[in-house]
């Protein structure tokens, strides 16, 4: 499943719904000095700005206080101009992450983290949900991918993969199982699933013989290897056994971005029609 070809056309809606909107206002938070958050966000900007977005940059100082983080927050909330705003994370140790991510206006919650939406979510109701799930659920979408009725395991319960991950599923009426790093035999419940999602965190975990013939693999992992190289969750040789797969690079990763950018499009949209509730847009 091509994740690149699909994310330039979910680029190109974007790019039509900011026109019929006549404008989508995106900013980002980035604290502190760390390398790999600083490519995220340039590639988030550039991609935004290439849809024609309004993007604010804000860097921030590592050492900023809460209390200074906390008022940048509440303004950018209060800002009209502003659609969407995206915190990066993480965030330096002496912040607190959760305090951070609950300051954040809901409705401007384009990364789909803060608890209101992941309890909207928990619940079945419309929300704003992190790219990265939201993005599998398009590509699944695109494919085909038959999920009524379907066994889904997803690998990996993080908060903004993992978990999400599973709740669409849910609500796309698979029958789904999560896995995690305490689960028993792992291959046990990987090799029962019709839709399998990897979101681990560790190298080509996933071997040929934990895939059942003629399942969809979808490989979220970005490992990083020597150089530049990057490495999924799922080992290639899984190609051979399933029907449908997501390569590393060019699957899940190059969705997500396209995806919170139609997040801020959802958001935008739904602020325009002076509505609380926001549908994810897929
Ligand atoms: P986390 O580290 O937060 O979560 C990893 C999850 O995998 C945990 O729930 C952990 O279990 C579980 N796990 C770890 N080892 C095993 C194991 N051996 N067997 C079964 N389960 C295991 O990672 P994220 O969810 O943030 O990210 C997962 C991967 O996806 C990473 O490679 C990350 O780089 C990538 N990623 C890619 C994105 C993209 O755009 N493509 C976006 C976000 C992430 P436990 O809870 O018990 O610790």
């Known amino acids: 499943m091509d994740g ?3 994310a330039a056309k979910v680029r190109e809606e974007v790019a039509q719904d900011v026109e019929e909107l006549g404008g989508v206002g995106l900013a980002t938070v980035l604290v502190g000095d760390d390398p790999a958050s600083h490519i995220y966000i340039d590639l988030k900007h550039k991609a935004a700005q290439a849809a024609g977005m ?4 804000l860097k921030l100082p590592g050492d900023i206080t809460e209390e200074e983080l906390l008022a940048t927050i509440e303004s950018l909330n209060d800002d009209d101009s502003i659609d969407g705003l995206l915190v990066q994370l993480p965030l330096p140790g002496h912040l607190d992450e959760n305090r951070v991510i609950e300051a954040i206006a809901p409705g401007k919650d384009i990364d789909g ?3 209101f939406n992941a309890g ?5 109701r419309p929300t704003l949900v992190p790219g990265t799930p939201l993005g599998v659920m398009r590509m699944l979408a695109e494919y085909e991918i038959e999920l009524a009725g379907a066994r889904a395991v997803v690998v990996g319960r993080s908060a903004i993969v993992g978990k999400p991950m599973a709740h669409l599923l849910l609500q796309a009426n698979a029958t789904v199982s999560i896995c995690h790093s305490r689960t028993i035999d792992l291959q046990r419940h990987t090799l029962d699933a019709d839709v399998l999602v990897a979101a681990v965190g560790s190298t080509h975990v996933i071997g040929a013989d934990m895939v059942k013939a003629g399942a969809t693999v979808v490989d979220v992992g970005m490992n990083r290897g020597e150089g530049k190289r990057v490495y999924g969750d799922v080992d290639p040789s899984a190609a051979e056994v399933a029907g449908h797969i997501t390569p590393v690079p060019g699957g899940v ?12 499009v959802t958001a935008a949209r739904a602020r325009r029609l002076g509505r609380g509730l926001v549908s994810p847009a897929t």
């Open 54 to 57: 309004e993007a604010r940059d």
């Open 253 to 264: 990763g190059p969705m997500t971005i396209a995806m919170v950018l139609k997040n801020s």
């Open 113 to 115: 983290i803060h608890p």
């Open 4 to 6: 690149k070809a699909l």
């Open 120 to 124: 909207r979510l928990y619940l079945g």
